[in-house]
Protein backbone atom coordinates (compact mmCIF):
# COMPACT_ATOMS: atom_id res chain seq x y z
CA UNK A 1 0.00 0.00 0.00
CA UNK A 2 2.62 2.70 0.94
CA UNK A 3 4.39 1.58 -1.95
CA UNK A 4 1.59 2.17 -4.46
CA UNK A 5 1.32 5.87 -2.55
CA UNK A 6 4.59 6.32 -3.13
CA UNK A 7 4.10 5.80 -7.09
CA UNK A 8 1.10 7.95 -7.02
CA UNK A 9 3.40 10.43 -5.59
CA UNK A 10 5.88 10.72 -7.75
CA UNK A 11 3.59 10.57 -10.90
CA UNK A 12 1.74 12.98 -9.68
CA UNK A 13 4.66 15.32 -8.64
CA UNK A 14 6.61 14.43 -12.08
CA UNK A 15 3.94 14.63 -14.52
CA UNK A 16 5.60 18.43 -16.11
CA UNK A 17 8.47 15.71 -17.05
CA UNK A 18 6.45 12.38 -17.31
CA UNK A 19 3.74 13.69 -19.54
CA UNK A 20 5.86 14.47 -22.60
CA UNK A 21 8.21 11.39 -22.35
CA UNK A 22 5.07 9.03 -22.13
CA UNK A 23 3.19 11.03 -25.06
CA UNK A 24 6.46 10.75 -26.89
CA UNK A 25 6.68 7.17 -26.36
CA UNK A 26 3.05 6.90 -27.45
CA UNK A 27 3.55 8.55 -30.35
CA UNK A 28 6.87 6.44 -31.43
CA UNK A 29 4.68 3.36 -31.86
CA UNK A 30 2.09 5.16 -33.38
CA UNK A 31 4.93 6.55 -35.76
CA UNK A 32 6.92 3.12 -36.17
CA UNK A 33 3.61 1.01 -37.25
CA UNK A 34 3.16 3.80 -39.68
CA UNK A 35 6.64 3.97 -41.31
CA UNK A 36 5.63 -0.09 -41.36
CA UNK A 37 2.63 0.14 -43.13
CA UNK A 38 3.28 2.50 -45.22
CA UNK A 39 5.33 -0.74 -47.14
CA UNK A 40 1.92 -1.21 -49.08
CA UNK A 41 1.83 2.20 -49.98
CA UNK A 42 2.81 2.41 -53.80
CA UNK A 43 6.20 4.07 -54.74
CA UNK A 44 6.71 4.73 -50.73
CA UNK A 45 6.95 0.78 -50.14
CA UNK A 46 10.42 0.65 -52.44
CA UNK A 47 11.64 3.28 -50.08
CA UNK A 48 14.10 2.18 -47.06
CA UNK A 49 13.20 1.99 -43.50
CA UNK A 50 15.06 5.07 -42.14
CA UNK A 51 13.19 7.49 -45.42
CA UNK A 52 10.02 5.72 -44.37
CA UNK A 53 10.78 6.66 -40.17
CA UNK A 54 12.18 9.90 -41.59
CA UNK A 55 9.25 10.77 -44.09
CA UNK A 56 6.25 10.07 -41.06
CA UNK A 57 8.25 11.87 -38.54
CA UNK A 58 8.29 14.76 -40.60
CA UNK A 59 4.75 14.66 -41.24
CA UNK A 60 4.39 14.45 -36.91
CA UNK A 61 6.31 17.26 -36.91
CA UNK A 62 3.77 19.31 -39.33
CA UNK A 63 0.72 18.01 -37.80
CA UNK A 64 1.96 18.80 -34.24
CA UNK A 65 2.78 22.27 -35.55
CA UNK A 66 -0.54 22.89 -37.43
CA UNK A 67 -2.21 21.77 -34.19
CA UNK A 68 -0.72 24.10 -32.30
CA UNK A 69 -1.53 26.79 -34.62
CA UNK A 70 -5.29 25.30 -35.05
CA UNK A 71 -5.74 25.42 -31.30
CA UNK A 72 -4.54 29.39 -30.41
CA UNK A 73 -6.41 30.86 -33.81
CA UNK A 74 -9.57 29.10 -32.86
CA UNK A 75 -9.95 30.06 -29.72
CA UNK A 76 -9.39 33.35 -29.82
CA UNK A 77 -12.12 33.13 -32.82
CA UNK A 78 -14.60 31.50 -30.62
CA UNK A 79 -14.17 34.32 -27.93
CA UNK A 80 -14.30 37.08 -29.90
CA UNK A 81 -18.00 35.37 -32.52
CA UNK A 82 -19.76 34.50 -28.70
CA UNK A 83 -20.94 38.31 -28.91
CA UNK A 84 -22.33 38.06 -31.92
CA UNK A 85 -24.84 35.51 -30.59
CA UNK A 86 -26.14 37.72 -28.45
CA UNK A 87 -29.65 37.88 -30.66
CA UNK A 88 -30.16 33.90 -30.71
CA UNK A 89 -29.54 33.55 -27.09
CA UNK A 90 -31.95 36.05 -26.21
CA UNK A 91 -34.54 34.18 -28.46
CA UNK A 92 -33.56 31.21 -26.13
CA UNK A 93 -34.14 32.63 -23.23
CA UNK A 94 -37.03 34.01 -23.80
CA UNK A 95 -38.61 30.91 -25.18
CA UNK A 96 -37.65 29.34 -22.06
CA UNK A 97 -39.38 31.72 -20.12
CA UNK A 98 -42.43 31.77 -22.13
CA UNK A 99 -42.50 27.70 -21.42
CA UNK A 100 -42.09 28.00 -17.72
CA UNK A 101 -44.31 30.93 -17.25
CA UNK A 102 -42.26 34.19 -15.94
CA UNK A 103 -43.95 37.12 -16.12
CA UNK A 104 -40.83 39.39 -16.95
CA UNK A 105 -38.51 37.91 -19.56
CA UNK A 106 -35.20 37.99 -19.06
CA UNK A 107 -32.88 38.63 -21.43
CA UNK A 108 -29.09 36.83 -22.05
CA UNK A 109 -27.58 39.98 -21.24
CA UNK A 110 -29.27 40.37 -17.90
CA UNK A 111 -29.08 36.16 -17.43
CA UNK A 112 -25.24 36.60 -18.05
CA UNK A 113 -24.80 39.35 -15.34
CA UNK A 114 -26.37 37.05 -12.91
CA UNK A 115 -24.04 34.23 -13.62
CA UNK A 116 -20.93 34.83 -15.67
CA UNK A 117 -21.05 38.47 -14.75
CA UNK A 118 -20.36 37.44 -11.24
CA UNK A 119 -17.08 35.89 -12.66
CA UNK A 120 -13.53 37.96 -12.09
CA UNK A 121 -12.53 36.84 -16.00
CA UNK A 122 -8.76 38.20 -15.48
CA UNK A 123 -8.46 35.87 -12.53
CA UNK A 124 -9.49 32.92 -15.93
CA UNK A 125 -7.93 34.24 -18.35
CA UNK A 126 -4.49 34.23 -17.05
CA UNK A 127 -4.14 30.41 -15.60
CA UNK A 128 -5.84 29.94 -19.47
CA UNK A 129 -3.45 32.02 -21.21
CA UNK A 130 -0.55 29.66 -18.56
CA UNK A 131 -2.26 27.12 -19.74
CA UNK A 132 -2.18 27.03 -23.63
CA UNK A 133 1.35 28.56 -23.11
CA UNK A 134 2.50 25.15 -21.12
CA UNK A 135 0.50 23.33 -23.83
CA UNK A 136 2.57 24.30 -26.80
CA UNK A 137 5.76 23.73 -24.87
CA UNK A 138 4.72 19.97 -24.03
CA UNK A 139 4.02 19.64 -27.99
CA UNK A 140 7.57 20.69 -28.52
CA UNK A 141 9.05 18.45 -25.43
CA UNK A 142 6.82 15.71 -27.54
CA UNK A 143 8.49 16.05 -30.88
CA UNK A 144 11.83 16.33 -29.37
CA UNK A 145 11.51 13.07 -27.15
CA UNK A 146 10.22 10.97 -30.54
CA UNK A 147 12.99 12.77 -32.61
CA UNK A 148 15.22 11.42 -30.27
CA UNK A 149 13.34 8.32 -29.74
CA UNK A 150 13.48 7.12 -33.41
CA UNK A 151 16.84 7.67 -33.16
CA UNK A 152 17.91 5.27 -30.71
CA UNK A 153 14.93 2.62 -31.34
CA UNK A 154 17.58 2.01 -34.32
CA UNK A 155 20.40 0.54 -32.06
CA UNK A 156 18.39 -0.46 -29.89
CA UNK A 157 17.72 -4.27 -30.92
CA UNK A 158 21.54 -4.56 -30.67
CA UNK A 159 21.92 -3.34 -27.04
CA UNK A 160 19.06 -5.85 -25.75
CA UNK A 161 21.18 -9.06 -27.43
CA UNK A 162 23.97 -7.22 -25.78
CA UNK A 163 22.57 -6.92 -22.38
CA UNK A 164 21.55 -10.20 -22.62
CA UNK A 165 24.38 -12.01 -22.28
CA UNK A 166 24.27 -15.04 -24.35
CA UNK A 167 23.15 -14.91 -27.79
CA UNK A 168 19.91 -17.66 -26.95
CA UNK A 169 18.55 -14.86 -24.42
CA UNK A 170 18.67 -11.98 -26.44
CA UNK A 171 17.13 -13.36 -29.34
CA UNK A 172 14.07 -14.54 -27.13
CA UNK A 173 14.27 -11.36 -25.34
CA UNK A 174 13.92 -10.01 -28.96
CA UNK A 175 11.26 -12.26 -29.96
CA UNK A 176 8.97 -11.27 -27.13
CA UNK A 177 9.93 -8.02 -27.86
CA UNK A 178 9.23 -7.48 -31.32
CA UNK A 179 5.88 -9.16 -30.24
CA UNK A 180 4.92 -6.59 -27.57
CA UNK A 181 6.03 -4.02 -30.34
CA UNK A 182 4.06 -5.20 -33.03
CA UNK A 183 0.66 -5.62 -30.98
CA UNK A 184 0.87 -2.38 -29.33
CA UNK A 185 1.81 -0.11 -32.32
CA UNK A 186 -0.96 -2.00 -34.47
CA UNK A 187 -2.79 -1.08 -31.54
CA UNK A 188 -2.26 2.44 -31.30
CA UNK A 189 -2.18 2.81 -34.98
CA UNK A 190 -5.73 1.59 -35.66
CA UNK A 191 -7.21 3.88 -32.95
CA UNK A 192 -5.87 6.66 -34.24
CA UNK A 193 -6.76 6.17 -37.58
CA UNK A 194 -10.44 5.35 -36.56
CA UNK A 195 -10.15 8.82 -34.72
CA UNK A 196 -8.99 10.12 -37.92
CA UNK A 197 -12.09 8.89 -39.64
CA UNK A 198 -14.47 9.86 -36.77
CA UNK A 199 -12.73 13.53 -36.90
CA UNK A 200 -13.21 13.53 -40.79
CA UNK A 201 -16.81 12.66 -40.87
CA UNK A 202 -17.60 14.99 -38.30
CA UNK A 203 -16.21 17.60 -40.11
CA UNK A 204 -18.38 16.45 -43.05
CA UNK A 205 -21.23 17.01 -40.87
CA UNK A 206 -20.86 19.88 -39.39
CA UNK A 207 -19.84 21.24 -42.77
CA UNK A 208 -23.08 20.68 -44.26
CA UNK A 209 -25.37 22.20 -40.90
CA UNK A 210 -23.15 24.81 -40.87
CA UNK A 211 -21.74 25.00 -37.65
CA UNK A 212 -18.56 28.01 -37.38
CA UNK A 213 -15.19 26.53 -35.99
CA UNK A 214 -15.99 23.08 -38.19
CA UNK A 215 -12.22 21.89 -38.09
CA UNK A 216 -11.57 22.54 -34.41
CA UNK A 217 -14.71 20.87 -33.09
CA UNK A 218 -13.78 17.80 -35.57
CA UNK A 219 -10.06 17.67 -34.21
CA UNK A 220 -10.99 18.10 -30.58
CA UNK A 221 -13.91 15.40 -31.06
CA UNK A 222 -10.86 12.77 -32.64
CA UNK A 223 -8.37 13.70 -29.77
CA UNK A 224 -11.16 13.10 -27.18
CA UNK A 225 -12.52 9.71 -28.90
CA UNK A 226 -8.74 8.48 -27.08
CA UNK A 227 -10.96 8.98 -23.90
CA UNK A 228 -13.89 5.74 -23.57
CA UNK A 229 -17.47 6.27 -22.14
CA UNK A 230 -16.98 9.79 -21.46
CA UNK A 231 -14.52 11.22 -24.41
CA UNK A 232 -17.52 10.98 -27.41
CA UNK A 233 -20.45 12.59 -25.21
CA UNK A 234 -17.68 15.72 -24.56
CA UNK A 235 -16.46 15.67 -28.12
CA UNK A 236 -20.89 16.20 -29.42
CA UNK A 237 -21.45 18.32 -26.55
CA UNK A 238 -19.35 21.12 -27.74
CA UNK A 239 -20.67 21.94 -30.92
CA UNK A 240 -24.00 21.11 -30.12
CA UNK A 241 -24.23 23.66 -27.65
CA UNK A 242 -22.26 26.05 -30.46
CA UNK A 243 -24.93 25.11 -32.74
CA UNK A 244 -27.65 26.43 -30.09
CA UNK A 245 -25.93 29.59 -29.80
CA UNK A 246 -25.27 30.51 -33.51
CA UNK A 247 -28.83 29.39 -34.86
CA UNK A 248 -31.00 29.99 -31.99
CA UNK A 249 -32.71 27.58 -32.72
CA UNK A 250 -33.49 23.92 -30.44
CA UNK A 251 -34.19 22.42 -33.90
CA UNK A 252 -30.61 22.74 -35.32
CA UNK A 253 -29.10 21.74 -32.09
CA UNK A 254 -31.48 18.41 -32.40
CA UNK A 255 -29.88 17.87 -35.60
CA UNK A 256 -26.50 18.43 -34.76
CA UNK A 257 -26.72 16.25 -32.12
CA UNK A 258 -28.53 13.54 -34.10
CA UNK A 259 -25.93 13.44 -36.62
CA UNK A 260 -22.85 13.45 -34.73
CA UNK A 261 -23.80 11.05 -32.44
CA UNK A 262 -24.95 8.76 -35.16
CA UNK A 263 -21.37 9.17 -36.49
CA UNK A 264 -20.02 8.09 -32.58
CA UNK A 265 -22.13 5.29 -32.64
CA UNK A 266 -21.17 4.19 -35.82
CA UNK A 267 -17.42 4.29 -35.43
CA UNK A 268 -17.44 3.15 -32.07
CA UNK A 269 -20.00 0.31 -32.11
CA UNK A 270 -19.41 -1.13 -35.70
CA UNK A 271 -15.88 0.21 -37.18
CA UNK A 272 -13.80 0.19 -34.33
CA UNK A 273 -14.61 -3.44 -32.94
CA UNK A 274 -13.72 -4.37 -36.42
CA UNK A 275 -10.61 -2.76 -37.27
CA UNK A 276 -9.55 -3.14 -33.68
CA UNK A 277 -9.62 -6.67 -32.95
CA UNK A 278 -7.87 -8.77 -30.11
CA UNK A 279 -5.18 -5.44 -29.48
CA UNK A 280 -8.51 -4.02 -27.27
CA UNK A 281 -9.47 -6.25 -25.05
CA UNK A 282 -9.96 -4.52 -21.57
CA UNK A 283 -11.91 -5.48 -19.16
CA UNK A 284 -14.90 -2.50 -18.88
CA UNK A 285 -13.84 -2.34 -14.90
CA UNK A 286 -10.24 -1.97 -15.46
CA UNK A 287 -11.42 0.89 -18.19
CA UNK A 288 -13.18 2.86 -15.24
CA UNK A 289 -10.30 2.54 -13.16
CA UNK A 290 -7.33 3.51 -15.50
CA UNK A 291 -9.68 6.73 -16.19
CA UNK A 292 -10.19 7.54 -12.62
CA UNK A 293 -6.39 6.75 -11.85
CA UNK A 294 -4.85 8.43 -14.43
CA UNK A 295 -7.50 11.32 -14.64
CA UNK A 296 -7.01 12.53 -11.59
CA UNK A 297 -3.44 12.08 -11.54
CA UNK A 298 -2.40 14.28 -14.71
CA UNK A 299 -6.39 15.49 -16.07
CA UNK A 300 -7.51 14.88 -19.32
CA UNK A 301 -4.21 14.23 -20.93
CA UNK A 302 -4.30 11.82 -18.54
CA UNK A 303 -7.84 10.28 -19.44
CA UNK A 304 -6.77 10.64 -23.49
CA UNK A 305 -3.52 8.42 -22.33
CA UNK A 306 -5.29 6.08 -19.85
CA UNK A 307 -6.24 3.16 -22.45
CA UNK A 308 -3.41 3.59 -24.47
CA UNK A 309 -1.40 3.10 -21.24
CA UNK A 310 -3.35 0.07 -19.85
CA UNK A 311 -4.00 -1.61 -23.27
CA UNK A 312 -0.27 -1.40 -23.27
CA UNK A 313 0.22 -2.77 -20.23
CA UNK A 314 -2.04 -5.89 -20.89
CA UNK A 315 -0.29 -6.67 -24.01
CA UNK A 316 2.97 -6.54 -22.29
CA UNK A 317 1.97 -8.53 -18.74
CA UNK A 318 0.31 -10.90 -21.45
CA UNK A 319 3.97 -11.74 -23.37
CA UNK A 320 5.59 -12.49 -20.09
CA UNK A 321 4.48 -16.18 -18.85
CA UNK A 322 4.91 -14.72 -14.93
CA UNK A 323 2.25 -12.13 -15.35
CA UNK A 324 0.37 -13.27 -17.88
CA UNK A 325 -2.40 -14.45 -15.27
CA UNK A 326 -3.01 -10.73 -14.53
CA UNK A 327 -3.11 -9.91 -18.08
CA UNK A 328 -6.22 -12.50 -18.09
CA UNK A 329 -7.53 -11.07 -15.34
CA UNK A 330 -7.58 -7.32 -16.64
CA UNK A 331 -8.70 -8.93 -19.94
CA UNK A 332 -12.18 -8.43 -21.14
CA UNK A 333 -13.04 -12.09 -21.94
CA UNK A 334 -10.05 -14.07 -20.83
CA UNK A 335 -8.38 -14.39 -24.24
CA UNK A 336 -4.77 -12.74 -24.43
Request: net charge positive; aromatic share 12%; hydrophobic share 60%.
Amino acid sequence: MALALMVGWLLWVGKPVLLPIISAIVALYILTAAAEALVKVPLLGGAPLWARRLLVLLAFTLSVALLFVLVITNFTRVAAALPGYEANLDRIVAGFADVFGFEDQPTWAALQAETFGRINTRQLITPLVQSIGGFGGTLFLIVLYVSFFVNERAHFARKLALAAGTPDKGARALEVLTRINERIGNYLLVKTLVNVVLGAASFVIMWLIGIEFALFWAVLIGFLNYIPYFGSMLGVLFPVLLSLAQFGSLGMAALSLVALAAAQIYVGGVLEPKLMGRAFNLSPLFVLLALAFWGALWGIPGAILAVPLTASLVIVLAEIPETRPAAIIMSANGRV
